[in-house]
């Protein structure tokens, strides 16, 4: 019977993955993933000898249609993304929602997202939250930091290391150089460090020591 698996991939540490991910991915017909070269170092550490197929940000729109396709023919298809859970801040909704509307059984597994880990170990409050992703890069940003301003909820941002030092500054900009915060880089990898404090001490912290890898940022709400 056709279906669309969700399947999540390790952040870092390839022990993170799960039995039945793996399972999954050895037994599906063919693998949907956003790098092929990324996926398919997994694979090979898994022994996973499945196709793949190239599904990723740039091309999505115009794969669904043949995805559709093969999946009403019969075939069980796995989606994976370079890291992570499939449409958190990565391609997956547009082919979930095309398969829902046409009564394809789509099935999500559980596993690996960076912003889980970050927003419980970041000692913020986590009873309430709201993830933000990534920012708007230019049009927009302004607009968003100043309706975030008032945001009570705890806020969890996606960012790459090139642009910490400018969000952090708009942080202390928009919600105060007081507000707390916590940034964690390389979750689950060698490297992995938390910096937690004001969003002044933390930026300080990454303006003296330009930061690497993937980063998530949890910041508290307003008051």
Do not use: W
């Not at 082919?95 to 559980?110: A, F, K, M, Q, Y």
Request: charged share 25%; aromatic share 6%; hydrophobic share 35%.
């Amino acid at each position: 019977m056709s279906k669309l698996y969700l399947v999540p991939t390790p952040i870092g540490n390839l022990k993170d993955i799960t039995f039945r991910a793996v399972e999954v991915l050895k037994e599906a017909d063919l693998i949907l993933a956003e790098d092929t070269r990324t996926s398919g170092k997994l694979l090979k550490h898994f022994e996973i000898n499945t196709p793949m197929q190239s599904h990723h940000m740039h091309n999505e729109h115009k794969t669904v249609e043949g995805i559709l396709n093969k999946l009403k023919s019969g075939m069980t298809i796995a989606l994976i993304s370079d890291a992570g859970t499939p449409a958190i801040s990565d391609p997956g909704f547009l082919i979930t929602r095309s398969c829902i509307e046409e009564d394809i059984p789509v099935e999500c597994l559980p596993g690996p997202t960076a912003f889980v880990p970050a927003l419980v170990n970041s000692g913020l409050p986590n009873d309430k939250f709201v993830f933000e992703g990534f920012l708007p890069v230019k049009k927009g940003r302004q607009t968003r930091l100043k309706l975030l301003s008032e945001e009570t909820r705890t806020m969890i941002f996606y960012e790459s290391p090139h642009k910490l030092v400018k969000t952090l500054s708009q942080f202390c900009e928009f919600f105060g150089a007081n507000r707390q915060l916590s940034v964690s880089r390389e979750l689950t990898k060698l490297f992995e460090e938390t910096i937690r404090g004001t969003a002044q001490e933390v930026l300080e912290h990454y303006t003296l020591k330009p930061p690497k890898g993937e980063i998530v940022i949890v910041v508290s709400g307003k008051k």
